[in-house]
């Protein structure tokens, strides 16, 4: 999975005024690759495990583990790489969240956090692994900067 993002973006004029293309392709490389992190906030916990219909307390313990504070869902090693707990794929081999409307903002913000928004080589190091990076809907500078900051999802 990628590392987790970081919000060092502070530049007033960035370099995707035009605003940038994404299309989820669902190939499943976001989430799964080498070993990563998925945090999660406990408000996210308790979405998550209301959405499995267990306690959180169960849902902390099958499905996640603590790194010093913070908690990260859990991987499983596959052919891929280090698969999401919650990555399923089908028989076409598409990848498929199994909590996709209750995922971690982390997930949902994905491709526009601020480490691949810095620089356009670092969109485009993102591409390299994203598919749906630069393909399909255009998004709005404003709706970008909205769903980096974690007040929007990507549908
Ligand atoms: S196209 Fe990008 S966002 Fe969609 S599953 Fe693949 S890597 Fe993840």
Redesign the pocket.
Known sequence: MPATPHKTDTSTKPWYTQGLSFA????????TGPPGYVWFTPQEADQIAAHLDITPDTFHRQYAHQIDHQWSLNEHKTAHGYDCVFLKRDAAGK?LCSIYSVRPQQCRT??FWHENLQTHAAWKRAAR?????DHGKLYPIDQIRIIRDGDATIR
């Open positions: 989820c392709t669902q190939c499943g490389n976001c989430c990848a994905w491709p692994t994203c598919p749906g990076i």
